[in-house]
């Protein structure tokens, strides 16, 4: 099992520029969730997706932030116009159903520098 | 409001040197408590669950329990790899959301 994948790895960009950040969750899960971490506030959830379907977005900052899954195996987080602030490492983490359904298994981050 | 409180922040100990790393919780209603293990530059790896106080659970050299106000995650001779940032999260009964603590960063040195 390949895990959760992330891409990119790293993004540097500049302030009020397009960012879009994607995840491919573990196959046959069917939960995904966004998370933020960054040293002052530690790890924070920013929208949680069942079967596809945003449950809640109460976590994302502010309407310049925006989450899709198209599809099961798809979701992306895109954050347009960035600023500074959003420096972070983004993690997207999947869960499956079932017995293990309290277990989040996390992508390897995405690593965002706005300039 | 739920939420999660780790200490100590940081923790430095000698290979051999046995300790705990402490996790308070808050919550209405527990579903389920997390311990992850997170190594720089990567993401937060599972390590346990525990749902009801008196729960206990191991793993190598680590071991957690579970009361009705905190956790605790032990290390036996603890080694230099075992050197990370452990993460605690609760879960609310009849919720989703997963709150995290800030973390202990473990330094075990040789």
């Known amino acids: 099992d390949a895990g959760v994948i992330q891409s990119p790895r790293h993004e540097v960009t500049e302030m009020g520029q397009e960012v879009t950040l994607r995840c491919k969750p573990i196959?046959?899960?069917?939960?995904l969730f966004w998370y933020r971490q960054t040293m002052m506030r530690g790890l924070e959830l920013l929208i949680y997706?069942?079967?596809?379907?945003?449950?809640?977005d109460s976590g994302m900052p502010e309407d310049r932030f925006s989450a899709k899954m198209p599809n099961a195996s798809f979701s992306t987080l895109k954050i347009q116009p960035s600023e500074p602030r959003d420096s972070a490492v983004y993690f997207c983490?999947?869960?499956?159903?079932?017995?293990?359904?309290?277990?989040?298994?996390f992508g390897p981050g995405t690593r965002l520098t706005v300039l | 409001e739920d939420q999660v409180t780790q200490s100590p922040e940081a923790l430095r100990l000698q290979e051999g040197e046995s300790s705990s790393l402490n996790c308070s919780y808050t919550v209405s209603g527990l579903r389920g408590l997390f311990w992850y293990r997170q190594d720089p530059g990567k993401g937060p790896e599972f390590l346990f669950t525990?749902?009801?106080a008196g729960e206990e659970k191991e793993k190598e050299r680590l071991k957690a329990t579970l009361t009705k106000k905190e956790s605790f995650l032990h290390i036996t001779a603890p080694k230099p790899e075992d050197s990370a940032t452990y993460l605690c999260?609760?879960?609310?009964?009849?919720?989703?959301?997963?709150?995290f603590g800030a973390g202990t960063r473990l330094f075990v040195k040789a």
């Open positions: 983490a999947s869960r499956a159903g079932g017995p293990l359904r309290d277990t989040q298994y």
């Open positions: 999260a609760v879960q609310a009964a009849g919720g989703f959301k997963t709150i």
């Open positions: 525990l749902y009801s």
């Open positions: 997706f069942n079967n596809n379907v945003p449950i809640d």
């Open positions: 196959s046959g899960h069917n939960s």
